[in-house]
């Protein structure tokens, strides 16, 4: 991080802005927004400019920029196209030790203007350090769409609850978890639909049933201040982009994280920073952490009250073994969330350019383990075969020779084009095509390893046509 974000208290504070034209009139503007009383200096002043000079909080000097203009404020503005003299200014504002700011001159810059998105008293500042402005208006734009235009309301709501709901709720760790339930409850939609009344009834009931007492007279052991939750999140393919919008929303409020070898690091760089992050993978022949003990730290974990994270990659329920999971927690009577995945099939496929289904070529789509037991692979081969069908199996890269071996052995053709994806969607995504005779050749000379996803159809032809990803790839036919 190179410069360190803030936000300063100008209100009623002295600002001096050296400059008259366009650019100059929108900094004045930015700081008479935030409270500031401003000192424009120029020798001439724009139109627009002169028409803002009834604001009692702005004064217009048309003189030229002396040091002295510098005594009493609390930042400075250089908005003039004369380069020289905003050297000259950046380098008097520093050596009195105020924060100066030069437009589009950021190593004359103690401090950054950034992009705001103003939703008062909720603020968003976006800087990209003075290297990309277009970069940084783009994400401000973003955020404007996604940020609800009445978030403001909420923040007021919830402002005014803080001293009732400190003087309730003891517990600063309790606290934080009612102020969760209450973003995670109907209120927000409430106060985002203009209906502010019944957004306040919801929150007096919300915090009434949060403190129904126990025998101590404080929450009961029962309510949600003491449980704890499973979330059981599919992590998709690798890409952190194609996390669902859920799925971040609860690695962020999450206490303790289990997760997988295939959860790329650029995902769990996406975790809260301070969330206990446990690695429970597996790996072929090496299990370090069975499944049933994984199934007894998630029930343990959510009995102490922590919000439990369990992080798969793709999808849980598609070889994830997340029934399996669930079934222990519904055991135990341990609530859970399930957020669905991007699975690697569709996930890698799509990189790689192989739609799995195609009116030209594929109806239908079957998903397969490949990985082997004692050096054999027990599948129903003569069914598996069938016209205008993809088959796509997971974990099968050692199993790879004979997968090919059985599908030629029960009547598929030796020249059926497969693909071989390794690390599909991140930026190690390499990609070998072949055909069912040719595969575990290529993809033994091109050292590929795991996590693979073998593909295997007509609709494999379509790669060379179709592929987008450009990651290190290695294509042969």
């Not at 380098?91 to 705001?116: H, T, Y």
């Not at 194609?242 to 690695?251: E, G, I, N, V």
């Not at 994830?320 to 399930?338: D, M, N, Y």
């Not at 020249?415 to 995504?429: D, K, P, W």
Request: charged letters at 25%; one cysteine or more; glycine letters at 8%.
């Amino acid at each position: 991080m190179e410069l360190l974000p803030i936000f300063l208290n100008i209100r009623e504070r002295a600002c001096l802005v050296v400059g008259g034209g366009e650019v100059a009139r929108r900094k004045i503007s930015l700081l008479l927004r935030a409270g500031g009383h401003v000192t424009a200096v120029a020798p001439e002043f724009e139109p627009q400019l002169l028409a803002l000079q009834d604001n009692a909080a702005l004064t217009l000097l048309q003189a030229e920029f002396s040091a002295e203009q510098l005594d009493d404020v609390l930042l400075v503005v250089a908005a003039t196209d004369d380069i020289a003299l905003n050297e000259t200014i950046s380098e008097l504002a520093r050596q009195r030790g105020l924060p100066v700011n030069v437009v589009d001159q950021p190593r004359l810059c103690s401090f950054i203007m950034p992009a705001i998105v103003d939703r008062s008293p909720i603020v968003i500042a976006i800087s990209s350090g003075g290297s990309s402005p277009v970069l940084t208006r783009h994400l401000k734009e973003l955020n404007e769409v996604m940020v609800p235009g009445r978030i403001n309301n909420l923040a007021s709501l919830l402002g005014s609850k803080r001293k009732t709901v400190k003087q309730s709720i003891s517990s600063f760790d309790e606290r934080i978890r009612f102020w969760e339930a209450v973003l995670d409850s109907r209120i927000p939609e409430l106060v985002y639909a203009g209906q502010d009344e019944k957004a306040e009834d919801n929150f007096k009931k919300l915090l009434t049933q949060w403190l129904e007492p126990g025998s101590d007279g404080k929450a009961s052991a029962g309510s949600k201040a003491s449980r704890g939750e499973v979330y059981l999140v599919g992590a998709g393919p690798g890409d952190p982009d194609l996390l669902t919008l859920r799925a971040l929303r609860l690695m962020h409020k999450a206490d303790v994280v289990f997760y997988d070898r295939l959860v790329s690091a650029e995902i769990l760089a996406k975790l809260r920073p301070d969330a206990e992050k446990i690695h429970v993978g597996k790996q072929p022949k090496d299990h370090p952490v069975p499944q049933e003990r994984i199934n007894e730290l998630l029930v343990s974990h959510a009995r102490a009250g922590k919000r439990v994270l369990r992080l798969k990659g793709g999808d849980p329920f598609i070889f994830g073994r997340g029934g399996e999971e669930l079934a222990a927690l519904t055991e135990s009577k341990i609530p859970f969330q399930v957020i669905p995945g991007i699975t690697a099939a569709s996930g890698c496929a799509a990189y790689a350019g192989i739609p799995l289904t195609h009116r030209d070529h594929a109806q239908s789509v079957r998903f397969l383990a490949g990985h082997l037991k004692q050096g054999e692979l027990d599948l129903d081969w003569p069914h598996i075969i069938a016209e205008q069908q993809t088959l796509v199996f997971y974990m099968g890269l050692v199993g790879l020779p004979l997968i090919c071996e059985k599908l030629i052995q029960h009547g598929m053709a030796a020249s059926t084009e497969v693909a071989v994806v390794q690390q599909g969607t991140t930026r190690h995504q390499r990609v070998v095509t072949g055909t069912l005779e040719t595969i575990s050749g290529l993809v033994e000379g091109a050292g590929l390893q795991a996590p693979t996803l073998t593909i295997i159809g007509s609709v494999v032809s379509l790669h060379d046509e179709l592929k987008w990803f450009k990651g290190d790839q290695v294509e042969n036919s």
